[in-house]
């Protein structure tokens, strides 16, 4: 079988993906506790939850730690799309450049009356990275973490509901935000799409990994799945 091989229960990075891949055991399933829906290590197609779930690669670009983008090369894709009413989320990602906005995970669909999902991004306007949230009515509203480092790994879990949204960061930072009405967070009406928005926005950056899970996080589950989280991205970068 050739592809990504398993060693010592470390992935061996490939630098293409044409190749046949088999599922490996990930520790964004093996190690955080919600029933993992989707796990992206990017270091093959793959999902690794076994879910079956696959990423075309298309302007992607293959990297030791994950898939990296560039303004004219374009995002990937997947073929995942999250259908529950709470879920939480784990990423690491890095912009490269800081004069340009960028959109590293989007999952929104921009629909007056029936806008759902979410993104990740960074503010050039603003220097910060966000989340970004789209109520029903097709308005947006983005919920910032106050502290932007360049050239560092931004680690994130983010716990979604209808009424609230909870996340931290790699720096132990905090973000919440209560919705008065609904938003539609976990039923999606499209894929994941990787380094690019929605509406076809670029990205200058690199995503390490991005993983689904079924339900809402506790502060504690958050605070572990950020640890596991840095110490897969750290590894990464170290290792090879």
């Known amino acids: 079988m050739s592809g990504l091989r398993l060693v010592s229960n470390k992935f061996i ?13 990930s520790r964004l399933v093996d190690d955080i506790p919600l029933p993992c829906l989707a796990a992206f290590d990017l270091l093959n197609p793959l999902d690794n939850s076994g879910h079956g779930w696959k990423v075309t690669i298309g302007g992607g670009i293959i990297k030791k730690y994950g898939l990296g983008f560039s303004r004219v090369g374009g995002g990937a894709g997947t073929d995942f799309i999250a259908n529950k009413e709470s879920i939480s989320v784990v990423c690491a990602v890095k912009p490269n450049s800081f004069d340009a906005f ?7 669909t921009i629909n007056n009356g029936a806008s759902s999902g979410f993104a990740v991004d960074f503010s050039n306007a603003t220097q910060k990275m966000r989340l970004n949230l789209i109520y029903p009515s ?11 480092v360049m050239g560092e790994w931004n680690i994130f879990c983010f716990t ?17 935000k209560e ?11 499209i894929p994941l799409k990787l380094g690019t928005s929605v509406t076809n926005g670029t990205c200058d950056g690199d995503v390490g990994f991005v993983a689904i899970y079924d339900g809402y996080m506790t502060p504690e589950q958050r605070k572990n799945s950020v640890s596991v989280a840095k110490d897969i991205i750290s590894k990464r970068n170290n290792e090879y």
Request: no cysteine; hydrophobic share 40%.
């Open 13 to 25: 990075p490939v630098t293409s993906w044409d190749h046949d891949f088999v599922v490996v055991n």
């Open 160 to 176: 979604l509901s209808p009424r609230s949204v909870r996340g931290e960061n790699h720096l132990g930072e905090i973000i919440t």
């Open 179 to 189: 919705f008065s009405t609904p938003v539609n967070v976990g039923f999606w009406s």
């Open 102 to 108: 960028s959109t590293f995970i989007d999952s929104r």
């Open 138 to 148: 097709g308005v947006t509203e983005a919920v910032q973490f106050p502290t932007f």
